[in-house]
């Protein structure tokens, strides 16, 4: 059974910046590799919402309108971890952020890390 366990929330102020990253356990770092990882978020009061997504081979990319030239999102698959840089921080990026392992019809679930920016 895949395990993901995000890591590197807090609490940061305004312009500031944190990263988040995505371990995987209970599968080996080839099977890792093969699946495509996503960050998302979700707000109080608001519906979970895509941030950045990943391919397997990390030949795609894609990002939320409203992080996009602020985050990035990466992958090591020999140390089956995925990555969110997150810079230029602001109160409306406040949530608490999963990540996903996607593989076919299969997705996994970590259980989030929060994230506050508040000055």
């Known amino acids: 059974q895949v395990q993901l366990v995000e890591s590197g929330g807090g609490l940061v102020q305004p312009g500031g910046s944190l990263r988040l990253s995505c371990a995987a356990s209970g599968v080996g770092f080839s099977t890792f590799s093969s699946y495509a990882m996503s960050w998302y978020r979700q707000a109080p009061g608001k519906e979970r919402e895509l941030v950045a997504a990943?391919?397997?081979?990390?030949?795609?990319?894609n990002y939320a309108a409203s992080v996009k030239g602020r985050f990035t999102i990466s992958r090591e698959n020999t140390k089956k971890t995925a990555y969110l840089q997150m810079n230029s921080l602001q109160p409306e990026d406040t949530a608490r952020y999963y990540c996903?392992?996607?593989?076919?019809?299969?997705?996994?679930w970590g259980q989030g890390t929060q994230v506050t920016v508040s000055s």
């Open positions: 990943i391919t397997s081979a990390g030949g795609r990319i």
């Open positions: 996903k392992a996607q593989w076919g019809m299969v997705d996994y």
